[in-house]
Nanobody
Framework: VQLQAFGGGLVQAGGSLRLSCAAS????????MGWFRQTPGKEREFVAT????????WYADIVRGRFTMSRDNGKKIVYLQMNSLKPEDTAVYYC?????????????????WGQGTQVTVSS
């Protein structure tokens, strides 16, 4: 499956952005999806995951209550709605697809990765 992430940009602290990740190729509903982020010099960090059917989501503690992940299997797209953004949310955000039904909080649980989209939050 091929993944294309988009929607990043520059936003002020307290603002919102919605990231999207469009999939093509194999049936989208076969994959749980995840969002990760990475800053220079640091390892890729888990942000959120959603199950194949969209009924179950799980978030990193640092974003829970501010970020919401959702998916539309008919459109083959997942979203990450990010509210109350903080400067420490600045990173390149990656979407990923994996075959675990409920998703995974570790990068090794994913088989396919998008190219990443930059999110910059100014103070």
């Amino acid at each position: 499956v091929q993944l294309q992430a988009f929607g990043g940009g520059l936003v002020q602290a307290g603002g919102s952005l919605r990231l999207s990740c469009a999939a093509s190729g194999r049936p989208f509903s076969n994959y749980a999806m995840g969002w990760f982020r990475q800053t220079p010099g640091k390892e890729r960090e888990f942000v959120a995951t959603i199950s194949r059917d969209g009924r179950n989501t799980w978030y990193a503690d640092i974003v829970r209550g501010r970020f919401t992940m959702s998916r539309d299997n008919g459109k083959k797209i997942v979203y990450l709605q990010m509210n109350s953004l903080k400067p420490e949310d600045t990173a390149v955000y990656y979407c990923a697809a994996g075959t675990y039904y409920t998703g995974s909080t570790v990068s090794a649980g994913y088989d396919y990765w998008g190219q990443g989209t930059q999110v910059t939050v100014s103070s």
